[in-house]
C-alpha cells in the first residue's frame, strides 16, 4: 500500500480548540479567520460537542483536524474512521502502535470517499521522554521509537505522521518530502512549556519539514489570540 504524496496547500498551522464545551470552541473560532488557520477536535472536546461540532466548525469554513488518535482492533478502527470521514474530518489520526493491519484498515476504510480525509499517525506523544517509553518497555530513546513508527506507518499507507518537531527533518530525510509532518509541542519565543516536552518554536518546526503546525494554548489563551496567530504566521513565512 502506498502512501500518497501530499503538497500543503491553505493554512498550515491548526489551532487546538482544547476547551471543555462547545459553546467556548465556537466562541474561539467565531474570533479566528478560516484562511489563516485550521482547528483540531480533540479528545475533551469532542466527548461533549461529538460530530455536531464538527458540522458547526465546518459551515463556519474551517477545515477540522478530528484529534482522536483510534488505537484498537482493525474493524474498530476502520469503522470509527469511516464515520469520522462521513462527518467530514479534514484529516483523522491513528496510534501507529497500533500496528500494521490497524492503520492498513483505516486507510483501506478511507477509500471509497470522493474527499478523503489526511490519514496521520501518532508516533510517540510530546510529553513522553526517554524515562516514560523505558516505563513502557521502550528501550529506545525517542527519536529511534518514533523513526521506526513513522517508517512502519509509511509502509501501512498512512499519509504521515505526528511527530515532535524535533523529529521533523530526520522523518523529512527518512520519508520524503510528500509524506505529511504534524507536529505539536510548538511554542513560540518566551511561551511555557506547559506539559509538553519535547517542543520547538514554530520558525525552528517550518525549517525542519513540518508541514502542519498544531498550536493551542499560545493563541487561545493569549490576550489577543488573533495577532497571535498572525505573529506565528508571520514567523514562520506562512502569512498569507
Known amino acids: 500500500m502506498t502512501p500518497a504524496s501530499h503538497t500543503p496547500t491553505g493554512p498550515r498551522v491548526i489551532v487546538a480548540l482544547d476547551f471543555a464545551s462547545a459553546d467556548a470552541a465556537l466562541a474561539m473560532a467565531r474570533r479566528l479567520d478560516p484562511s489563516s488557520c485550521r482547528v483540531k477536535v480533540g479528545k475533551e472536546l469532542f466527548a461533549t460537542g461529538g460530530p455536531l461540532l464538527v458540522t458547526r466548525l ?31 474530518a ?53 527519536e529511534a521509537q518514533v523513526l521506526r513508527l513513522a517508517r512502519l506507518a509509511r509502509d501501512s499507507g498512512m499519509d ?19 509524506f505529511v509532518l504534524v507536529t505539536p509541542g510548538v511554542r513560540p519565543p518566551q511561551t511555557a512549556a506547559d506539559d509538553q516536552a519535547r517542543i520547538a518554536t514554530p520558525a525552528d518546526a517550518i525549517a525542519a519539514g513540518a508541514h502542519y503546525l498544531v498550536v493551542g494554548r499560545p493563541i487561545t489563551q493569549a490576550a489577543d489570540p488573533v495577532a497571535a496567530l498572525a505573529a506565528i504566521n508571520q514567523q514562520t513565512g506562512l502569512q498569507r
Open 58 to 88: 465546518r459551515a463556519m469554513g474551517f477545515d477540522v483536524f478530528v484529534d482522536l488518535k483510534f488505537h484498537d482492533i482493525p474493524n474498530t478502527v476502520a469503522a470509527a474512521c469511516r464515520a469520522a470521514a462521513a462527518d467530514g
Open 160 to 178: 504521515g505522521v505526528v511527530c515532535s518537531p524535533r523529529e521533523a527533518r530526520l522523518l523529512r530525510e527518512h520519508c520524503g518530502p510528500g
Open 90 to 142: 479534514w484529516m483523522l489520526d491513528v496510534h501507529a502502535s497500533g500496528g500494521r493491519r490497524m492503520m492498513e484498515a483505516a486507510r483501506e476504510a478511507l477509500e471509497p470517499f470522493r474527499q478523503r480525509p489526511l490519514l496521520v499517525a501518532v508516533t510517540v506523544l510530546t510529553s513522553m521522554e526517554a524515562a516514560d517509553l523505558a516505563e513502557v518497555g521502550v528501550g529506545d530513546d525517542p
